[in-house]
């Protein structure tokens, strides 16, 4: 036993030592300023041909809660990595390395974030988070970096089994960061559709505007980041339809002011916890997915798109209503 915890405590510490973020860094030193020129077309784009794509308060958000989820994530880069370097040093699973190594981590990678982003959309604690993701009512660049501000205090629950099949700390903090550049150029409205064949393979803008619609078909759908196959798989899949432009956000009018923005979910959340009959009702807020009520006076997206048919019929005062939440 002894010798099992000195073992386990010398493979932490060695794992820890040689661990250094250079992938990284060059990663994201090579694609900053891809990513600043990218904004600065698309907002010149945007402004030669009069369209409404950003608006000054709208991106100003964005970059304010990009630069809080930076300090979050900063913050807590060093407890995730100590996370998966313990992990790391438990498990006896090791890799040889090389190509199949790197192919599979990037599935791997790109099915735990599959994941995470389901109980981002389908557990409303996760969802009071992640709505900072999507309550711009604008689609544009800046949208991709808008995080989801609180995001890093439990992220790396869902990375952490990859830790404990063998996949090195720094990689996955590596992979991490490569997918999400990926997921840079699908947050804009100027790329109408690409060739079918990356269509059903890939997540597109396409898709993603999808995923970013209000609309009652939109809600909750094409959750991948890299990979669209995953939707396809498990049935969170939906193509936009040409018949039904995408309006995006909320399904509620929003303020533009950040504090609202930041923590409205939470307030609405610990309103309807404290409000909650009893303890079972208050934790069924908390992890029943957004729009969840005991009543049914408030609906989830699965409930609303059982009633379509009838919401689409309603007058527009009740289809409001109804959509609150
Ligand atoms: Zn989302
Ligand atoms: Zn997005």
Partial sequence: MKFFLFNGLTKFIVIIAYMNDELERILLAAC???????????????AYHHLKSYA????????????????FDLGLRGASLGIYAF??????????????????????????YYV????????????????????????????????????????????????????????IVFMYAATQVYGFWIHTEFIKKMPAWFEFIMVTPSHHRVHHGSNVKYLDKNMGMVLIIWDRLFGTFAAEDDAEPVRYGVTYKNKLN?????????????????????????????SRPPGWSPDGTT???????????????????????????
């Avoid at 950040?258 to 934790?283: C, I, S």
């Avoid at 609906?299 to 939440?325: F, G, K, N, V, Y």
Wanted: aromatic share 14%.
């Fill in 32 to 46: 900053t300023p891809i990513m600043v020129v990218m904004v600065l077309a698309e907002m010149a784009y945007a």
């Fill in 56 to 71: 000054v308060k709208d991106t100003a958000n964005s970059l304010l809660f990009t630069s809080l989820n930076f300090i």
């Fill in 87 to 112: 992990l790391y040093s438990l498990t006896p699973m090791r890799w040889e390395g090389g190509a199949v190594y790197w192919i599979a981590l990037f599935f791997a990678e790109d099915l735990a």
């Fill in 116 to 171: 995470l982003h389901c109980a981002d959309h389908y557990v409303r604690f996760f969802w009071a988070t992640h709505v900072t993701h999507h309550n711009s009512e604008k689609f544009n660049l800046t949208v991709a970096i808008r995080s989801s501000v609180f995001q890093p205090f439990y992220r790396f629950l869902f990375f952490a089994p990859l830790a404990l099949v063998g996949f090195q700390p720094l990689h």
């Fill in 258 to 286: 950040p504090v609202t923005l930041l923590l409205g979910e939470w307030g609405k959340l610990w309103h309807d916890v404290r409000h909650a009959q009893d303890l079972a009702t208050a934790l069924k807020y908390v």
């Fill in 299 to 325: 609906l989830t997206s699965s409930q609303l798109r059982q009633q379509l048919p009838a919401i689409r019929e309603a007058p527009p005062a009740q289809i409001s209503e109804l959509l609150l939440s």
